[in-house]
């Protein structure tokens, strides 16, 4: 048995670097595994019906931070599917991303997006219904790192610019409001789907709060365990930006099908496969489709509530900054 | 409570030594099977929890095979290396007296007694883009990290010390004498050390390398640092646990390290029939 | 001899002087405000803590193993000797996992220790299990070969002088063991302070709470925060070091020891 275990794996070892045949890298952020575990044979089957050529796309996940800086270290990523903008705009000031990376592909280069949502456990028993519910002192709240994954920072944010509207812009109330909201927090892990395991497997927590294309994905997957969805009255607009990292496409030669990987998700196939997966997308065909999917809500950007990511950068995740001040005083 | 009746202290003596050896052995049986025994037997029962075939799934699952193969050729790899490194170090230790001795002996330990984590740090700040070297690498399209020669140098790191370790005393303790007569029988540095260095530290060299060995393929820290999490490319056995823990796949996870869990005790046998004979 | 001192220079030392010279880049004041910064302590301390509480329980274990192992003879006894080295041969992300898994709340010791008001998982307690379960073998392994060669003679004079058993333990056996004993706890120290794969799964790496130093300074890698990662693991290399010299003049004392009575 174990002999012929052995012998499968050197033949896998060695027959892959045998082929000739296009390979690309995708490195992407934590709870993309079973998108894209999905996405990437519907695109083989597509280049290889449009150029006759075989196509292997290799997946790295983690949080898109920490993903973006071993990219930077020499992760030879040939493209990027991260969930901030940030991210991105850290690699092209290390030149390995065109600055204009935003005008590279339509909608700000972000083929979908999704929203911070609640995922609560059966039946709703602490009757969580929006963001006020979770800073009760009876409710454990389980999110991942704020300083290391970009599904917390949205949370973050999103829970600020709740608490912004809600207090009239009362920026002291907002810090207040999300002050208590990290003391509710048992346990940070570092990246979204380390916070899911915590939530679904170790069972801590009352509520989890990630991407709706998680809490949609983990409800359908622990059917057994009832997992209810909660979508909040309002969240944030979450961007999901791609980019061909140039140098290293460059190098390998694989600009090409890297271009064409990253059409691939504005297309009505992988529009679809990206909705079933639950993340909103753009294509009004296959909005009109899952319209049931994705309840209505009020829905803020970064660039409304804040002014951009670059003053979100310096006023709250700077070293010292608003995140740091409530992040730490729990 | 009949042993109080008992009047003369001579038979008093032999009933209390029973008693106090039961309890102490009683103890150390019950906090090895809760400390050691069942976490152990325990991944077993969670990675044949679905059964048989659903194992055996997981288990061939190309991603876990990958992983399999790409841990068995790391440690093919190190092992070998660190053989030779063990026994040329201690070799040079024991035999010759010269300057910095004392600070080799310190660097060899080094990397027994840090976190591998910093081992992981290390090799970035040094082969990363923005290391010492890393620019120099990066113009000629050298990669280290995030690919095999990354792990292996990370895994050689922390598997350093361990031939040394095992050998070095040996060596020490035995002398040069055997050796000299060999030398004055007028026998090459080969030979002698052919026939007569390494028959003496058989038995350490080879618990040395089966440690070196179950630390090879175990190692998780360093390697995290440095692989970069490519699936089925530069994940080892014991990131991939990690990877399908967080794929939601526990079963797979437990699956993955029972095979390590196998390899360990198979470790645990070989060593116990090495004591014996050393 | 050259080749032996070339692969330890690439393999060991250019790695820690890329360290060093990163920690000597970021200055002296620097240096010390990221040391000194809450965070940084709070998992320094942790780490100190949680290491300490698993030493403490290995040092009284190992003695209880070893003991158990030399002097008594009982069925299963070669079993439980192999079993001793069970931590050194699994890999620690396995201990992790398993650990882990039996902790938790719905674990099995979960659900005994959980409704007592125990918590294990996520917790200091959680650390420290991890800590002491790498680290097992490093008391029992060293006392063991020296309980072995003690001459009972001099267990015997004591007891005909009339010493009680725990006297003849206090004043005759322990102070024979002490340098090795001490040898093996210092280990048990390091490899606990190092010990990384199975304390992630089972910490909760709760910042300020249960988030040990070398985690801090992967994490501080994954803040892009370079000089934080460095700063820290310099920190944690120059107590590896301090505890390396100080097990090495034990070491040397035991040897010494060990000269006299022979």
Redesign the interface.
């Given at each position: 048995m174990k002999s012929r275990l052995l012998a499968a794996a050197l033949a896998l070892g060695l027959a892959a670097p045998a082929s000739a045949q296009d390979a690309i890298l995708n490195v992407s952020y934590d709870i993309a595994r079973e998108l894209f575990a999905e996405i990437n044979p519907a695109f083989a089957a597509k280049w290889k019906a449009d150029t006759g050529r075989d196509v292997t796309v290799d997946q790295s996940h983690g949080g898109s931070s920490a993903q973006a800086r071993a990219i930077l270290e020499g992760l030879p990523a040939d493209v990027v599917t991260f969930n901030q903008v940030t991210d991105i705009d850290v690699l092209a000031e290390g030149g390995l991303v065109d600055p204009n990376w935003r005008e590279a592909f339509p909608n700000g280069a972000s083929p979908y997006y999704s929203l911070p949502a609640f995922l609560v456990r059966a039946d709703n028993p602490k009757g969580i219904r929006d963001w006020d519910d979770l800073v009760r002192e009876d409710v454990k709240v389980v999110f991942p790192n704020p300083k290391t994954s970009g599904n917390a920072r949205y949370t973050y944010l999103a829970a600020y610019a709740f608490a912004l509207d809600k207090n009239g812009g009362d920026q002291a109330a907002a810090q207040d409001f999300v002050k208590q909201l990290f003391a509710n927090v048992p346990v940070f892990d570092q990246g979204g789907r380390a916070a899911t395991v915590t939530f679904a497997e170790k069972e801590i927590g009352d509520v989890l709060i990630t991407f709706e294309a998680e809490t949609g994905g983990i409800a359908a997957q622990y059917a057994d365990k009832n997992f209810v969805r909660v979508t909040p009255s309002l969240s944030l607009y979450a961007e999901f930006p791609v980019a061909v990292v140039s140098e290293n496409a460059a190098k390998r030669g694989t600009e090409e099908v890297s271009k064409a990987y990253l059409d691939f998700l504005y297309s009505p196939e992988g529009q679809r496969i990206l909705a079933t997966r639950f993340n909103r997308v753009h294509d009004e065909a296959v909005k009109a489709e899952f319209a049931d999917s994705f309840p209505e809500l009020k829905l803020v950007t970064v660039e409304e509530v804040f002014g951009g990511w670059d003053k979100v950068k310096s006023e709250h995740f700077a070293e010292g900054a608003i995140l740091d001040q409530v992040f730490v005083n729990q | 409570m009949s042993a109080h009746a008992d009047p003369a202290p001579a038979a008093l003596a032999p009933r209390e030594s029973r008693l106090v050896p039961r309890l102490l052995i009683g103890l150390a049986l019950l906090l090895t099977a809760v400390f050691v025994v069942v976490p152990m037997a325990y991944i077993f029962h969670r990675a044949f929890a679905a059964g048989y075939a659903v194992f055996l799934t997981n288990i061939t699952e190309p991603n876990t095979l990958h992983a399999i193969w790409l841990t068995v050729l790391t440690a093919v790899i190190v092992l070998p290396v660190n053989i030779a490194f063990g026994v040329a170090a201690a070799w040079a230790i024991a035999r010759f007296t010269f300057p910095g001795r004392k600070a080799l002996l310190v660097l060899i330990e080094i990397p027994f007694s840090i976190s591998p984590i910093i081992a992981g740090i290390c090799y970035l700040l040094l082969y990363g883009r923005n290391g010492l070297i890393g620019p120099y690498l990066l113009a000629n399209d050298i990669q280290i990290l995030f690919a095999l020669p990354g792990i292996v140098m990370v895994t050689m790191f922390v598997t350093a010390p361990f031939v040394v370790r095992e050998v070095l005393p040996l060596m020490q303790a035995q002398g040069s004498e055997q050796e000299q007569a060999a030398l004055t029988l007028g026998a090459s540095g080969w030979q002698i050390f052919r026939r007569v260095t390494l028959p003496n530290i058989r038995w350490a060299l080879l618990y040395g390398a089966v440690l070196c060995g179950a630390r090879a393929v175990g190692e998780f820290g360093g390697v995290s640092v440095v692989a970069g999490k490519i699936r089925g490319q530069t994940n080892t056995l014991p990131l991939q646990i990690e990877l399908l823990f967080q794929d939601l796949n526990v079963t797979g996870a437990f699956a993955a390290a029972s095979t390590l869990t196998l390899i360990a005790l198979v470790v645990l046998v070989l060593k116990t029939l090495m004591e014996s004979r050393r | 001899?050259g080749?032996?001192?070339s692969?330890?220079g690439v393999?060991?030392?250019?790695?820690?002087i890329?360290?060093v010279?990163?920690g000597a880049e970021i200055g002296p004041a620097r240096f010390w405000a990221i040391t000194t910064a809450?965070?940084t302590l709070a998992a320094l301390q942790l780490t100190l803590l949680a290491a300490t509480m698993a030493t403490i329980f290995n040092a009284l274990?190992g003695l209880?193993?070893a003991?158990?192992?030399v002097?008594?003879e009982?069925p299963?006894k070669?079993i439980?000797?192999?079993?001793?080295?069970?931590?050194?041969?699994?890999?620690?992300?396995?201990?992790g996992?398993?650990?882990?898994?039996?902790f938790?709340?719905?674990g099995?010791y979960g659900a005994i220790l959980e409704p007592m008001g125990l918590p294990v998982?996520?917790t200091i307690w959680g650390v420290a299990i991890a800590m002491?379960?790498t680290s097992?073998p490093f008391v029992i392994r060293a006392v063991q070969p020296v309980l072995e060669d003690l001459d009972p003679q001099y267990e015997q004079a004591a007891r005909t002088l009339g010493a009680g058993?725990f006297t003849i333990f206090a004043r005759v056996i322990f102070p024979a063991i002490l340098p090795a004993f001490l040898v093996g706890v210092t280990l048990s120290f390091?490899?606990s302070?190092?010990?990384?794969?199975a304390v992630v799964f089972i910490a909760?790496?709760?910042?300020?709470k249960t988030e040990i130093a070398?985690?801090l300074?992967?994490?501080r890698?994954?803040?892009?925060?370079?000089n934080g990662?460095?700063v820290i693991?310099l920190v944690?290399?120059l107590i590896?070091?301090l505890?390396?010299?100080v097990s090495?003049l034990l070491q040397a004392r035991a040897l010494r020891y060990k000269g006299k009575t022979a």
């Open positions: - | - | 001899m080749v032996t001192l692969y330890l393999i060991v030392l250019l790695p820690v890329a360290l010279l990163k809450p965070r274990y209880l193993m003991w158990v192992l002097r008594y009982f299963g070669r439980l000797d192999a079993l001793v080295d069970i931590p050194f041969a699994l890999p620690t992300a396995v201990a996992l398993a650990l882990s898994a039996l938790a709340a719905n099995w998982v996520f002491s379960f097992i058993r390091a490899r302070l190092g010990e990384f794969g909760g790496n709760l910042p300020m070398s985690l300074a992967v994490i890698l994954e803040e892009y925060d370079y990662a460095a693991a944690l290399l590896a070091l505890l390396l010299v090495n």
